[in-house]
């Protein structure tokens, strides 16, 4: 069973940065897709990066793309969301989910129903 354990979550003023990680544990077979998902109150979750692990491609939706990056660690059991030029529209909580498939498209990529295992997210708020 994997195990996600996201952190790095806190309050920021607009325009500031802040790194999350997810630390991921408890598999037998790395995942092959990583992602960060978000979910406002009120709104529907919106998957925002997301990254193939083997060979580390990536995809973002386009409402953070140029200002946020996803990455894993060396030792690929760590997934990074460094968010830069934060918006008060990015206060959300955000979910960390791992999917034993490669993904093969952007919508797949950026798809909860792809992704088997999730974490138990880290809130983010952005102060105008």
């Known amino acids: 069973q994997v195990q996600l354990v996201e952190s790095g979550g806190g309050s920021v003023q607009a325009g500031g940065s802040l790194r999350l990680s997810c630390a991921a544990s408890?598999?037998?077979?790395?995942?092959?897709?990583m992602g960060w998902f978000r979910q406002a109150p009120g709104k529907a979750r919106e998957g925002i990066a997301s990254?193939?692990?083997?060979?580390?491609?990536?995809r973002y939706a386009d409402s953070v793309k140029g200002r946020f990056t996803i990455s894993q660690g060396n030792d690929k059991n760590t997934v990074y969301l460094q968010m830069n030029s934060l918006k008060p529209e990015d206060t959300a909580m955000y979910y960390c989910?791992?999917?034993?498939?490669?993904?093969?498209?952007?919508?797949?990529?950026?798809?909860?129903?792809?992704?088997?295992?999730w974490g138990q997210g880290t809130r983010v708020t952005v102060s105008s």
């Open positions: 990254i193939r692990t083997n060979v580390g491609s990536t």
């Open positions: 408890g598999y037998t077979q790395r995942p092959a897709s």
């Open positions: 989910a791992a999917g034993s498939l490669l993904w093969l498209t952007p919508i797949q990529a950026l798809d909860g129903s792809f992704y088997n295992f």
